[in-house]
């Protein structure tokens, strides 16, 4: 069953071992996408799952009319995911929203209607976020330094429940880069950004799929991906450092004509040396993260594999 009609709605989202999600998530979604009474369709970008994700999914779109599904070739993470339905939605909105149930999805005509006020991305802040702290003291620390740094403003960046025009969607179809951060590309193409706040759930089941690694992965896409600011800072640190090193072997020289040689406060002198040793072992990781990110352009490797479609029409 296919909804033949151009659809004015497209909700997008990404998938990986949610088995005993899709089907609470699907109960309450579609009611509301389909409540809103124009052509809609909801794609699922399975992410590699190992559980039965997939095959619910299939039951899914085949009783329920607009249910589409891309099955990944393995696990290329949630933004490609998000990408890959992008590039193959069709409606003038498009959505999206985690399958988690941390979204609402009962809010999702609140976001439409700001849509069609005119704002061409719809973000959303999280209200009493049912999250464990140290996630919540991370979040605020990326919010912070990501919108000084990028010169975006932008509340809360990891929250995905958004709204995106058909314009911001086409230029961010137009990007190629391997590595990215939805919301914050999106964002460098918002003409008329809005936020509006949303209420928080704790994961309905299972566990995040974010590992405190995967996490500080993401948050160095993000920072490094959009902003050449962590390299500027580090090299005006270097000439900061330079100054005072200067001023402080004029010192030593002057006190070697005044008091005689010091050769007491060796150790300090370890200690001075081995935070500098600190800081040059993180530069040559930073521009490392910079080169690695070429590297990984440069190669032009598809970003992710589609292995089959379901749902949508033959082109
Ligand atoms: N997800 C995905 N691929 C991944 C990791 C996550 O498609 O490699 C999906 C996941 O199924 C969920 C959404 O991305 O729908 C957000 O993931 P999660 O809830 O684990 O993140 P958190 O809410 O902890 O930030
Ligand atoms: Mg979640």
New binding site residues.
């Given amino acids: 069953m296919q909804t033949e009609e151009q659809p004015y709605l497209s909700v997008v ?6 088995e005993k ?1 899709i089907g609470p998530l699907l109960d309450r979604l579609y009611p509301v996408v389909a409540g809103i009474g124009r052509p809609f369709e909801i794609i699922f ?1 399975d ?2 799952s190992r559980d039965a994700s997939l095959r619910i999914l299939r039951e899914k779109a085949r009783d329920l009319a607009g249910v589409k599904i891309i099955e990944f070739n393995g ?4 933004h490609m ?1 998000i990408l890959a339905a992008f590039e193959l939605s069709k409606g003038e909105i498009v959505i999206t929203l ?3 149930l ?1 979204n609402p999805p009962e809010e999702i005509p609140r976001l439409i209607r700001e849509v069609e006020k005119g704002h061409d991305v719809v973000g959303t802040v999280r209200e009493k976020r049912r ?1 464990p702290f140290f ?1 919540r003291l991370a979040s605020r620390a990326v919010n912070i330094t990501t919108n000084r740094m990028t010169g975006m403003e932008m509340s809360d960046y ?1 929250c ?1 429940l958004r709204a995106y025009h058909r314009n911001v969607v086409d230029n961010i179809n137009r990007c190629r880069e391997t590595t990215t951060f939805i919301p914050a590309l999106a964002q460098t193409f918002a003409a008329d950004p809005a936020e509006i706040r949303v209420s928080h759930s704790e ?1 309905a089941e299972g ?4 590992s405190l690694y ?2 500080i992965r993401l948050n160095f896409d993000l920072m490094t991906g959009f902003s050449v600011v962590p390299l500027q800072l580090f090299a005006l640190f270097g000439v900061v450092t330079a100054v005072f090193s200067l001023g402080f072997a004029l010192f030593l020289l002057v006190r070697r004509f005044v008091v005689g040689a010091e050769v007491e406060g060796v150790f300090t002198l370890f200690a001075i040396l081995f935070f500098f040793l600190g800081i040059v072992i993180f530069g040559i990781g930073l521009v490392g993260e910079y080169v690695g990110r070429i590297y990984q352009e440069v190669r032009r490797r598809p970003r992710y594999v589609v292995r089959r479609l379901y749902g949508f029409e033959e082109e």
């Fill in positions: 989202v990404p998938v990986y071992n949610e999600n970008t992410d590699g696990n290329f993470g949630q995911a985690d399958a988690d941390q999250d996630r990891g995905m994961r566990e995040s799929k974010y995967r996490l």
